[in-house]
Nanobody, 118 residues
Framework: QVQLVESGGGLVQPGGSLRLSCAAS????????MTWYRQAPGKERELVAT???????NYADSVKGRFTISRENAKNTVYLQMNSLKPEDTAVYYC????????????WGPGTQVTVSS
């Protein structure tokens, strides 16, 4: 059984920073792409940033230059460093990973709330 668990969310003022973490646990042979999504109230879930097993990254235009995705393969963990946060970054942030635990499939974490407000 594979699980993804996000942490690091919370309340922050505009212009502040947060660092999200997402750790995968269980029977894991390999992890391919790891991705952060977010969903704001009343909106569809959107891709924020993704990182391949080789370290290539891609970002949504709305977060380029402010967010940085990274991963620590030895710990099966992906991070999202979020700087210069804006109220429009308020959302539930979800981690997603393509994992081989005997067969390849995509797993999701339960999400962590990020609120940017003064």
């Amino acid at each position: 059984q594979v699980q993804l668990v996000e942490s690091g969310g919370g309340l922050v003022q505009p212009g502040g920073s947060l660092r999200l973490s997402c750790a995968a646990s269980g029977t894991i042979f390999s992890i391919n792409a790891m991705t952060w999504y977010r969903q704001a109230p009343g909106k569809e879930r959107e891709l924020v940033a993704t990182i391949t097993s080789g370290g290539s990254t891609n970002y949504a235009d709305s977060v380029k230059g402010r967010f940085t995705i990274s991963r620590e393969n030895a710990k099966n963990t992906v991070y999202l460093q979020m700087n210069s946060l804006k109220p429009e970054d308020t959302a539930v942030y979800y981690c997603n990973a393509n994992i081989d635990s005997g067969r390849w499939r995509v797993y999701w974490g339960p999400g962590t709330q990020v609120t940017v407000s003064s």
